[in-house]
């Protein structure tokens, strides 16, 4: 009772100001709280990540402090883009902007988020802006996560751009800040992302070396999702290695991990090199068990575009087990699903394998009209692609012409200002030259009247001496 007496009167002596400040303390403890578990539940459970969020905007509008909102909104950004709901993402992203003053400090995690997102969608000149633009703020306030995490998304950037020099560039940068700031998660992803980009240059010694690294960062993190990983990184270069048995060994330990954390997508995923493995092998039995894996995790996920990679896949393997039947209903799938988005080389995949699957059924007219079909599609490609060559070529010349303008410009005015030294110098000399000649007509002026001088003192002593 006396401890309750004497607590009642100490926060009745506490200021305002200062029971204030508690109270503020308080709500960002809670809302950092909030926000943690929202993104715990990011991926496996979007619907309570949503109401942890709602609890933290809740706590950010009662403080009415920008940074607070901001950050939440930022972060219910994020969960609607670990989703692939990339449109809602946006919206949030750009609330978090409008509600920042200009080049405030917290931006740049903003900016990051923005630019994954829009890489996501494939925007990528508009990703790669908004991350240089994170990049300008964390130069004014350092954040060294953050600023590894923006060269890591902009290694991500220039490897969709084919970039793979480039890509490769950030990455190191990223860990090289990683490192320095003691970050396992971050480190982690820029190891798999090197090792990725080895990879794909062919370089697997290379890329077995940064992913063995990546895998020993996130298990000393404890970061079961990135050992998932890396552990399907490590299956897709035994597998690129010829090594089909550790390549196995890796995909069935990555789908253990993923299954624990009901990552559907990712299971799906993995499930999908697993088959493609026995396709290779030409073990269509169990390629089909896989892929029909896959097939129910990516329903199970909601992600349409993984769907129609696997129905392709199954389409093909049921046409080399001759169940054409079958076949074609996965390809009609297949067909659907591609034009809902808008996937035009997936409808040009299709169309070809139903012609063989028709020619298979001897049924070549529907065979030829499929084929047709997939003629048109790919022409229409490669105008596409030829078009965008041509853009890109277009691009670089303006660029080179930009340059070498620059270039120019540099050297006229590198001999303007050579040409304004050397006038310097010798007006440097002239003016030397001058107070030299000035000094020696001084020096002879005075030596001639004294010379004079002498001259009268002389004819004044030889006059006294006559005179005495």
């Known amino acids: 009772m006396l401890r309750g007496i004497f607590l009642s009167l100490l926060m009745a002596l506490i200021s305002p100001a200062f029971a204030l400040v508690l109270q503020s303390n308080s709500d960002t403890t809670h809302l950092v709280r909030y926000q943690r578990l929202g993104d715990q539940y990011a991926t496996t459970d979007p619907q309570r990540a949503h109401a942890y969020a709602d609890s933290a905007m809740a706590i950010a509008l009662k403080t009415e402090i920008p940074k607070y909102i901001a950050e939440v909104l930022t972060h219910i950004g994020s969960i609607h883009r670990k989703n692939g709901e990339y449109d809602s993402a946006c919206m949030y992203l750009k609330r978090a902007l409008d509600v920042s003053p200009e080049s405030a400090s917290w931006l740049s995690n903003v900016y990051l988020e923005a630019g994954i997102t829009l890489l996501r969608m494939t925007r990528l000149d508009s990703a790669l802006t908004v991350l240089q633009s994170g990049l300008s703020i964390v130069e004014q306030y350092p954040d060294r996560y953050v600023e590894g995490s923006l060269y890591n998304a902009i290694g991500n950037v220039r490897r969709q751009y084919d970039q793979f020099e480039l890509a490769l560039e950030n990455y190191v940068h990223a860990i090289k800040i990683f490192e320095s700031a003691g970050s396992h998660q971050g480190l982690t992803q820029a190891l798999s992302n090197a090792g990725n980009i080895h990879n794909l240059m062919g370089n697997t010694d290379k890329a077995l070396e940064y992913t063995l690294q990546a895998l020993e960062s996130a298990r000393k993190a404890g970061i079961q999702s990135s050992v998932a990983y890396s552990l399907r990184l490590l299956g897709q270069i035994y597998r690129k290695r010829k090594n089909v048995d550790s390549a196995l060994m890796m995909y069935q330990q990555a789908i253990s991990i993923y299954s624990e954390l009901n ?90 394998v139903l012609s063989e699957i028709y020619n298979e059924e001897r049924d070549y007219k529907t065979g030829q009209e499929y084929y047709k079909k997939y003629i048109t599609v790919r022409d229409s490609l490669t105008r596409v692609q030829n078009h965008q060559k041509a853009q890109e070529i277009e691009a670089r010349f303006q660029t080179e012409k930009k340059d070498d303008a620059i270039r120019v410009l540099n ?28 000094n020696r007509y001084k020096v002879k002026t005075k030596a001639n009247e004294k010379l004079k001088e002498i001259d009268r003192m002389k004819s004044r002593f030889f006059t006294n001496i006559s005179h005495e």
């Not at 089909?288 to 993984?306: E, F, P, Q, T, V």
């Not at 199954?314 to 054409?324: F, N, S």
């Not at 390809?331 to 409808?347: C, E, G, I, Y």
Request: hydrophobic letters at 40%; aromatic letters at 10%.
């Open 411 to 438: 050297a006229e005015n590198k001999l303007k200002s050579t040409q304004q030294i050397y006038l310097l110098i010798v007006l440097g000399l002239v003016v030397v030259l001058s107070i030299m000649l000035y």
């Open 263 to 352: 990552s559907k997508r990712d299971v799906s995923e993995t499930e999908l090199s697993l088959g493609n493995i026995y396709f290779d092998r030409s073990d269509y039995s169990s390629a089909l068990k896989h892929y029909s894996s896959a097939l129910s995790a990516s329903k199970a996920s909601g992600d349409s575009l993984l769907m129609t990679y696997v129905y392709v896949s199954r389409g093909i393997t049921l046409l080399y087990m001759k169940q054409y039947a079958q076949a074609k209903k996965e390809m009609d799938t297949t067909l659907v699903l591609a034009a809902k988005l808008n996937l035009p080389a997936m409808r040009m995949d299709s169309y070809q």
